[in-house]
């Protein structure tokens, strides 16, 4: 199984961007899939999440300005983020609870390729 981020780029502050997950494997609609961040010298963070029925949640950082959603039938998880900030800059992730929670997962755990977000100010 694996995950493949896409769809970041260099975006100025108040813009959007829509970044998707593509997953490989049979599973996925068994799958809770969630969307995190890392921003160079600090620890990743889980940012948004959706359940397998399609419920979702977001950190409150982000709340109100990113949307998560999911489409089963192409194996793919979608991030929509508006209203950028600086401080959204960083490698976005995605991944699944395949062997635990998506809050317990690690840096030993399997992590595809992120892609890069920058706002620029």
């Known amino acids: 199984v694996q995950l493949q981020a896409s769809g970041g780029g260099l975006v100025q502050t108040g813009g959007s961007l829509r970044l998707s997950c593509a997953t490989s494997?049979?599973?996925?609609?068994?799958?809770?899939i969630g969307w995190f961040r890392r921003v160079p010298g600090k620890q990743r963070e889980l940012i948004a999440a959706i359940t397998t029925s399609g419920r979702t949640n977001v950190a409150r950082s982000v709340e109100g300005r990113f949307t998560i959603s999911r489409d089963n039938a192409k194996k793919t998880t979608y991030l929509q983020m508006t209203s950028l900030k600086p401080e959204d800059t960083a490698v976005y992730y995605c991944n699944a609870d395949w062997n635990r929670r998506l809050s317990q997962l690690t840096d030993s755990d399997y992590w595809g390729q992120g892609t890069q977000v920058t706002v620029s100010s």
């Open positions: 494997g049979s599973t996925f609609s068994e799958n809770a």
